[in-house]
């Protein structure tokens, strides 16, 4: 690993490469197939050698970008793919099968629970658990347990994981446990840090951050010994163990998915992860300033932010993320106001899903993400009509708390 901090290595890395005639980035490589002059090299790059063959498997452009995320990440190795769903479904699908156990945060991006779904239909048992209190996750262990899965800050409850307690008992356990550090970033804190195994970010929030790309990256660690794990293919015991995880995930998992990242969105991402400290510290301090202002404010019955010492883990949030607390709350309005009146007077804000964008974006979390669920299950969940989840950009903030005020008081 090299030894620059986070940002220069962004910065840096792809000019270090060589490229040619002194550009700072990696080129843009559409090229569907490689080709070789010797029959033996071909051979030798279908056998394992490290090399580009069929662009479903990636490109020299994916590659530059898998580098900075495993940099970020503090990792070993990364594998790209199309979106944040193509990752987690890779990981999933590659590396489970029919009769093992999951353990699974409860509290898990409404998509990737759907795909929990599809993975109980095809024979994975889950366990859905409350993994803000390591004892729940513990108490879910079964015989056939051989992996673990939380986020780090949920959406839109903004729950936070009792990361670094689950990361040990997973270590004296010998259980695979990936975290999904998509809503706080590496930045924030490297997965590694938590004692993950593999870090699953969605590239397409804060990561490429100005919502014109998609992508989804899976980045192993470097902690977990791979020559425990039950479900590694014979073909991908070669060599140093380390390495084992991610060769089947990256072989599996874009072969048989095809979600690969085209080297377009790749380009994309890392022009936009550039800036991703940057964006990252304003966002941060809008979001807290916010949520202690709309805290205060007598229109809004409550606001969800672990940067507020009401949060149930303010604590551990301060402890885990250097003082930043996401860009992501949930704000209930009282119950007098129509949501949907309240939300038209927005003038800055806008109204859309997708989160982690240099612009604040916000939606009613009943009406849109959590519809589909039904009003039982939503009640159930604590999800009022009047709830909204806000995700905070980089504006000036007396013009976000300007719009605030301004649709709160009409
Ligand atoms: C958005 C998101 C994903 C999925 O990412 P896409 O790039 O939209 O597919 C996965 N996990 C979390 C926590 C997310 O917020």
């Known amino acids: 690993m090299s030894k620059n901090g986070f940002t220069t290595e962004i910065l840096h890395s792809d000019r270090r490469t060589g490229c040619e005639f002194g550009a700072v980035h990696q080129p843009l490589h559409p090229s569907a197939e490689y080709a070789f002059a010797d029959a033996r090299e071909l051979a030798a790059v279908f056998q394992g050698k490290p090399g580009f063959s069929y662009s479903r498997q990636g490109t020299p452009t994916t590659a530059a970008l898998e580098k900075k995320l495993t940099h970020m990440e503090q990792g070993i190795g990364s594998v790209s793919f199309a979106t944040g769903m193509a990752a987690l479904s890779a990981t999933f699908f590659t590396l489970l099968k029919a ?15 759907s795909l929990l779904g599809t993975l109980q239909g095809l024979g994975v048992e889950i366990t859905l658990v409350d993994a803000t209190d390591v004892e729940a996750v513990k108490q879910a262990k079964r015989s056939n347990t051989i992996m673990v899965f939380t986020e780090t800050i949920a959406n839109p409850g903004t729950q936070i994981a009792d990361l670094e307690a689950i990361g040990e008992w997973c270590k004296t356990e010998g259980l695979l446990y990936v975290v999904d550090n998509t809503l706080s970033t590496p930045w924030l804190s490297p997965a590694r840090l938590f004692g993950a195994g593999l870090a699953v970010n969605s590239l397409s929030k804060h990561i490429a951050g100005h919502g014109n790309a998609l992508g989804g990256m899976v980045t192993d660690t470097g902690l977990f010994d791979w020559s425990r794990y039950p479900n590694i293919s014979s073909a991908y ?36 992860m550039e800036t991703l400290p940057l964006r990252m510290a304003k966002a941060c301090d809008n979001a807290c300033q916010l949520a202690h202002y709309l805290a205060g404010h007598p229109s809004v019955t409550t606001v969800l932010y672990p940067g507020l010492s009401s949060h149930p883990q303010h604590r551990r949030a301060t402890s885990l993320f250097n003082g930043r607390y996401g860009t992501l709350m949930g704000v209930e309005l009282a119950a007098d106001i129509d949501v949907f009146d309240f939300l038209n007077k927005l003038k800055v804000v806008v109204l859309s899903t997708h989160l982690g964008d240099t612009r604040s974006l916000t939606l009613p979390v009943a009406h849109t993400i959590y519809y589909e669920m039904g009003a039982e299950q939503r009640a159930l969940m604590g999800i009022g009509d009047n709830l909204l989840r806000i995700s905070i950009g980089i504006e000036d903030y007396a013009d976000l708390e300007g719009d605030f005020a301004q649709a709160l008081e009409a």
């Open 237 to 272: 015991q070669q060599g140093n163990a380390k390495g084992w995880g991610l060769t089947q995930i990256k072989k599996k998992g874009l072969r048989d998915m095809g979600g690969t990242l085209s080297s377009d969105a790749a380009h994309r991402v890392a022009t936009g």
């Open 99 to 113: 009769g093992d156990h999951l353990i699974c945060s409860k509290y898990i991006f409404g998509n990737t629970n």
